[in-house]
């Protein structure tokens, strides 16, 4: 921990009782400054890392130390910058180069806002290659740069933002555009330039194969997918203990990768398997190639070879508020189990005091009363109604993000994760209205949400954590951490959440009748 | 043996073979029961000795043992399904020795928050989540032989056998 991480700020001390009267241009540490020495903020770090210096030198020649004691020149210490200087010429040390900085990208952004770091700045994965100062300055440039060209496209004054977007693009060649706050930023300037100078292609959508491969890219480069996956799994599981006939609906089906492990672990139960029904819900498939029955083959495949009985139902549709709840097909006597993994917040709008496509959506979910609803959506708020809001926090998250894919060292997969991303990225900051679907929420409001809509929260149990944080250890380097958060579960890296699920039960409905099979009343 | 004859002669009489020498290839079932106890490298490399060990070792019922020695009790009702899933074998090396080695070598934080070194006997959550593991693996060769991925995908298991930088 270096001496410095908790006490940067911009001369606004808080805790602080100290009475320096500060030159706003220049501050003096406060939190230091309680202690008796006097250091200017700005040069917080350097003189860190010549007090690092100093002691190493200390220990390693201890003789040249102690004549120190007998006829050196004692500066005043609470000045502490020249006094380290001092000390270590007196021990004919050379100056040297700053160290390569462990910074992470959100301590450039912090610097770049001149806000408080709320972030330990030593816990730091991105090691600039050339370590030079002027390579950190160029960062924090970037970043800066980068928040006031957002703030002018917020304004709507374009011409401005796209010399900003020039500039930005030459400061991107003095960095190390392959890792660190090189690589996000021009991800982020990528974003800008699409909303300033291609407005209506921005949305970098692609066909539902491409989507499906980067999906299943980015489930193999990090781990939240397969937390996502797991969690639900587990919950899932525990719902249909002691049911005979289960039927999931799972909104997006992708490659169907989540549900192997359901099968495998039905097969396994005490008490044998039950009859498994799967509804997958897709995008349709263009030129008559039915993907979603594919996949729907391949899981009846597997679930033969495990001997569980398995029926698979494909529901094609471009929007889930597209989705009726007859197309389900839902059988009375069966036990439902619906699993949102990262979709729901598509059907938000932007307007809170305006009903959203979700409402309804929520509604005939209700309505099919389930044993059990799985919601994992990503930890963030990329669905402020201000543009410059959005973007700061989602140069946040993403941050975060391409800071955890750093673990991966399976090159294939961490680049076509990136793109992954960069797709979210180009929804949240270059999209408006119905073509944003990328909205997500933190979790305190979706509480709220579906609290609101009918339903109450299931506490995952332990086995969801401890299987979480097993598969943690398997699956990644130090620095992600599984959270419980009043019994729902987060995946987040270094401290900060970046995704969350929860499991929810619809509240006992007296009213509402089941809509059974035959039931056409159009519920939207 | 050394006979003495009427003459005074000395022969040498074949010598009998009191005790048969011992050819552990003549003797399956001991060897089996030697290779029962070893580890998984050493049954790997007791299956390059020979086209016979080689026949021996791979039997599944040895890697069956190796996988689960250590689980007490042993799950029940799980062969039929890792054997269509690919063998005991093959959960052993893509699946229990990653698990094994990975949990054994890191602190594992349980609930309560204490730290375990995890030991070498499994708990039911690992044999579990090893299972499911095993079964993603099945998967996804299953969709790669569709050639729905274009060329052969990479399974989601690659991370786990990679050595991690910590």
Not at chain 2, 43 to 54: E, F, P, R
Not at chain 2, 90 to 112: A, K
Request: proline share 6%; aromatic share 6%; with cysteine.
């Amino acid at each position: 921990m270096g001496p410095y991480d908790s006490s940067v700020s911009a001369g606004s001390s808080s805790g602080s009782s100290s009475s320096c009267s500060v030159k706003p241009a220049d501050p003096i540490d406060g939190l230091l400054a309680g202690a008796g020495y006097r250091v200017r903020s700005s040069e917080l770090r350097q003189v860190a890392q010549r007090l690092e210096r100093l002691e190493t030198v200390m220990i390693n020649a201890p003789t040249e130390v102690s004549h120190l004691a007998n006829d050196a020149v004692h500066y005043n210490p609470s000045d502490l910058a020249s006094w380290v200087d001092s000390l270590l010429s007196e021990l004919h040390q050379p100056e040297i180069a700053p160290d390569p900085s462990t910074f992470s990208d959100l301590n450039y952004i912090a610097h770049a806002q001149g806000g408080p770091v709320l972030v330990n700045p030593m816990v730091g994965h991105c090691e600039l290659s050339s370590g030079t100062e002027i390579e950190e300055d160029s960062g924090i440039r970037l970043v800066h740069v980068l928040m006031t060209c957002a703030e002018s496209v917020h304004r709507g004054e374009l011409s401005l933002a796209a010399s900003f977007i020039e500039e930005l693009q030459g400061l991107l060649t003095s960095v190390d555009g392959e890792r660190g706050i090189g690589k996000v930023a021009g991800y982020f300037i990528d974003a800008l330039s699409r909303r300033v100078f291609a407005p209506q292609e921005a949305s970098l959508a692609g066909s539902a194969f491409e989507n499906a491969v980067l999906y299943h890219h980015f489930y193999e480069a990090c781990p939240y997918l397969k937390f996502a996956h797991f969690t639900a799994n587990q919950a899932i599981l525990e719902a249909f203990d002691g049911h005979d006939c289960v039927h999931v609906i799972d909104f997006n089906l992708m490659h169907g990768l989540q549900w192997p492990a359901l099968i495998q672990a039905l097969a396994l139960r005490p008490g044998g398997p039950p009859l498994l029904r799967l509804t997958g819900i897709g995008p349709p498939s263009p030129d008559g190639h039915d993907s979603l029955r594919e996949i729907g083959l391949r899981l009846a495949e597997l679930a033969r070879s495990v001997n569980v009985r398995f029926a698979f139902r494909g529901v094609a549709a471009s929007r889930l508020d597209d989705v009726k709840p007859w197309m389900l097909q839902v059988n009375p006597k069966e036990v439902i189990a619906v699993n949102s993994i990262m979709q729901l917040h598509k059907l938000l709008g932007s307007d809170p005091s305006r009903g959203s496509p979700i409402d309804p959506v929520l509604e005939w979910i209700r309505n099919l009363n389930p044993k059990i609803v799985m919601v994992v959506e990503q930890e963030a708020n990329h669905n402020q109604p201000e543009f410059l809001d959005r973007f700061t926090e989602a140069l946040h998250y993403y941050s975060t993000m391409f800071d955890s894919l750093e673990a991966c060292s399976a090159q294939l997969e961490k680049s076509l994760a990136e793109m992954y991303i960069q797709r979210e990225i180009c929804n949240v900051v270059c999209c408006e209205g119905l073509a944003r679907v990328e909205r997500h929420e933190p979790l305190d409001k979706w509480r709220d949400r579906l609290g609101g809509a009918g339903f109450t929260s299931l506490h995952l149990g332990s086995n969801a954590f401890k299987q979480a944080s097993m598969l943690l250890t398997l699956f990644s380097a130090e620095g992600y951490c599984v959270e419980e958060n009043e019994g729902c579960l987060t995946l987040g890296w270094h401290s900060r959440p970046l995704i969350a699920a929860s499991a929810w039960q619809a509240m006992p409905v007296l009213q509402h009748p089941l809509p059974l099979i035959n039931h056409h009343q159009n519920v939207i | 043996m050394v006979n003495l004859l009427q003459n005074g002669d000395v022969c040498m009489e074949e010598l009998k073979e009191e005790t048969p020498m011992f050819c552990i290839n003549d003797n399956e079932d001991v060897l089996v029961e030697i290779l029962r106890r070893l580890d998984g490298r050493s049954l790997g490399s007791a299956a390059c000795v020979c086209k016979m060990w080689c026949g021996i070792a791979r039997n599944d019922a040895l890697w069956e043992h190796l996988c689960f020695r250590h689980v007490s009790p042993p799950p029940s009702g799980v062969r039929p399904v890792v054997m269509a899933l690919g063998g005991y074998r093959r959960l052993y090396m893509v699946c229990v020795r990653p698990v094994l080695s990975r949990l054994g070598r890191m602190r594992v934080r349980v609930g309560g928050g204490e730290s375990d070194l995890v030991s070498r006997v499994w708990t039911r959550q690992e044999v579990e989540l090893s299972l499911s593991l095993f079964c993603v693996d099945y998967y996804e060769r299953l969709l790669g032989g569709g050639g729905k991925l274009g060329d052969a995908p990479a399974s989601s298991l690659i991370f786990l056998c990679k050595t991690v930088n910590v």
